[in-house]
Nanobody, 116 residues
């Protein structure tokens, strides 16, 4: 059974930091590129950050470049999103996504709220 389970969300003040984790199981994690998406209320889901299978390549949305860092640990079947200098506009549900040529999987999401 494929599972992607996000954790680490919560309420944080502007300028603060959070680290999201996504634990994967039920598929060969190292053969999938991993992505973090987010969806704010009333908005479409958007791609925030991507990392290749071997961590060689990463990519970020312009809105988070320089503030967010994606990483993965293939030995632990996990992907992370370190979020620094958080802004109110970062408030959203954050989703973990696994993707390769054979298909993709989604997690259930974790809420991140940036507010004073």
């Amino acid at each position: 059974q494929v599972q992607l389970v996000e954790s680490g969300g919560g309420l944080v003040q502007p300028g603060g930091s959070l680290r999201l984790s996504c634990a994967a199981s039920g598929f060969t994690f190292s053969t999938y590129a991993m992505n973090w998406y987010r969806q704010a209320p009333g908005k479409e889901r958007e791609l925030v950050a991507s990392i290749s299978r071997t961590s060689l390549n990463t990519a970020y949305a312009d809105s988070v470049k320089g503030r967010f860092t994606i990483s993965r640990d293939n030995a632990k079947n996990a992907v992370y999103l370190q979020m620094n200098s958080l802004k109110p506009e970062d408030t959203a549900v954050y989703y973990c996504n696994a993707r390769n040529s054979g298909g993709y999987y989604w997690g259930q999401g974790t809420q991140v709220t940036v507010s004073s």
